[in-house]
Every structure is written in C-alpha cells, then in structure tokens.
C-alpha cells in the first residue's frame, strides 16, 4: 500500500472528530489522572492536542504510540484509531505455548 499524506491527515481529523473526549476528561478527572508533566488532570484542550501529536507521529508507518491512557495505532491496511486505555493486560507468551 502506496502512503498517501493528504488521506493521513484526513484520516487524523476524522478520529479527532468522532473521538469522545468529553467521557475521556470526566473519567480522568473523576479519578484524579494526572499527567506527569502538567502535575493536574489535563484539560479537554490538552487531550485534544497530544491525541493529534500521537496520531501525526505515525504518519505512515504501522505501529502504536500512547501517552497518559491515550493509544495511537496504525495498521498496516491503513486503519487509524486512537483509544483511551484504562486497564489492559497480555502476553506474548502465549503464542509459543503449544
């Protein structure tokens, strides 16, 4: 699959938009989440603003990049997403149990 920039950052805008980050903020605030460099909950504003920086530093290469519960990915099919991680837990071990 040929990148293409322009469908990127359309792409971008498009999970910026759809995204709730009202429920995100009420949530980190309900439970006094604070980001290590601002010491406070970050504002909306603030969420906005490093989802947007996660989101762009993956401009066309697959991978996944999160900061204080927020978790940029792209696919190699081309799918951008972004989520707010509360809780999670796996292991690749388990893949080579048989």
Avoid at 89 to 94: E, F, N, Q
Wanted: aromatic share 10%; hydrophobic share 45%.
């Amino acid at each position: 699959m040929i990148f293409d920039q322009n469908r990127f950052e359309v792409q971008v805008a498009e999970v910026l938009a759809s995204f709730d980050f009202d429920l995100v903020h009420r949530v980190m605030e309900s439970l006094d989440w604070t980001w290590a460099n601002l010491d406070r909950v970050p504002t909306k504003k603030e969420l906005i603003a490093e989802a947007g920086r996660l989101l762009g530093e993956l401009s066309g290469a697959p991978g996944v990049l999160g900061s204080g519960g927020l978790r940029a990915s792209f696919k190699e099919d081309g799918t951008l997403s972004l989520k707010f991680i509360l809780s999670e837990s796996w292991s690749d071990l388990a893949e080579d149990i048989r």
